[in-house]
């Protein structure tokens, strides 16, 4: 987990894979340093965001990224016994945010003049994976009342092929225990889809694809997860009833 810790540039600048991006969105919801990280990346981007766009060369992707792999921060530290400052704490993170800056700015600016992203296609390219779900034309959601244990839920996308759940109050998975998420398909088959925070309010893309899913459910398994249910779903959203 520690390492999802160093991924804050990269997602900054939108330099992670699906696979990566889908993790760490997970990740994001439950820790609030990595939270505040991409917040001060994304607001120095956005400084840049009006200056004038020329083409890149095409080796800058490839550079910058190798560039991030060298400077990503370390997981945030375990304070010690003894009280830790807020004035401590920023000093050390005001050490290493000079590199990431430096990084997101390569994303953006070339010599003396601003550059587009070609990898990025069009407007959707800038979506986070679970926003190109959320927003896409042919989206759509089941939801289920989970009663005291809170309100969750799944939109998906056929042109996406991919889902997202999203949670309201939900309540935490017992001590020991994990939220894990499925794809159901329909043969009944089901296909580890990941493994969900314990955060009462969040989003997250399933992992994998839901071309041939027909539902998505919950089940509670061990911390760490299970590759087959362990315990009957505590929710279940049929896709193909999804409005």
Same mark, same amino acid.
């Given at each position: 987990?520690?390492d999802l810790?160093?991924l804050? *540039?990269?997602?900054?600048?939108d330099?992670l894979d699906?696979?990566?991006r889908?993790r760490?969105e997970? +990740?994001?919801?439950?820790c609030?340093d990595?939270r505040?990280e991409?917040?001060?990346?994304r607001?120095?981007?956005a400084?840049?965001?009006d200056?004038s ?6 080796s $800058?992707? !490839?550079?910058?990224l190798?560039g991030?792999?060298?400077v /990503?921060?370390?997981p ?8 830790? !400052?807020?004035d401590?704490? %920023?000093?050390r993170r %005001?050490g290493?945010m000079?590199? $990431? ?5 390569a994303?953006?600016v *070339?010599i *003396?003049?601003? @550059? ?5 296609? =069009? =407007? /959707? ?6 926003e190109?779900?959320l ?5 759509r959601?089941?939801? +289920?009342?989970?009663?005291e244990?809170?309100?969750a &839920?799944?939109t998906w996308s056929?042109s996406?092929? %991919?889902a @997202?759940?999203t949670?309201?109050d939900m ?11 499925w794809?159901? *398909?329909?043969d009944g088959?089901f296909?580890?889809?990941g493994?969900?925070? =314990?955060?009462?309010d969040q989003? @997250?893309?399933?992992?994998?694809t839901a071309?041939d ?13 299970? =590759?087959?249910? &362990?315990?009957e779903?505590?929710a279940v959203?049929?896709l193909?009833?999804?409005?």
């Amino acid at each position: 987990m520690s390492d999802l810790h160093k991924l804050t *540039g990269a997602y900054a600048v939108d330099a992670l894979d699906d696979l990566e991006r889908a993790r760490f969105e997970q +990740h994001l919801a439950a820790c609030e340093d990595c939270r505040a990280e991409v917040a001060e990346l994304r607001e120095t981007a956005a400084l840049l965001a009006d200056a004038s766009a020329v083409a890149p060369p095409e080796s $800058l992707r !490839s550079s910058v990224l190798a560039g991030i792999s060298q400077v /990503r921060p370390l997981p945030p530290e375990v304070p010690s016994a003894s009280v830790t !400052s807020l004035d401590e704490t %920023r000093g050390r993170r %005001r050490g290493w945010m000079p590199f $990431l800056v430096a990084a997101a700015l390569a994303l953006v600016v *070339g010599i *003396g003049a601003a @550059v587009t992203q070609p990898w990025a296609g =069009d =407007d /959707r390219g800038n979506l986070t994976a679970a926003e190109q779900v959320l927003q896409a034309d042919d989206a759509r959601e089941v939801a +289920h009342d989970l009663g005291e244990a809170g309100r969750a &839920t799944v939109t998906w996308s056929k042109s996406q092929e %991919r889902a @997202v759940i999203t949670t309201e109050d939900m309540v935490a998975a017992p001590d020991g225990k994990a939220y894990e998420l499925w794809f159901v *398909g329909e043969d009944g088959g089901f296909t580890s889809a990941g493994l969900m925070a =314990d955060a009462p309010d969040q989003t @997250v893309v399933l992992t994998g694809t839901a071309k041939d899913a027909a539902a998505v459910g919950i089940t509670v398994e061990p911390d760490g997860g299970s =590759d087959q249910p &362990t315990t009957e779903p505590i929710a279940v959203f049929d896709l193909t009833k999804a409005a």
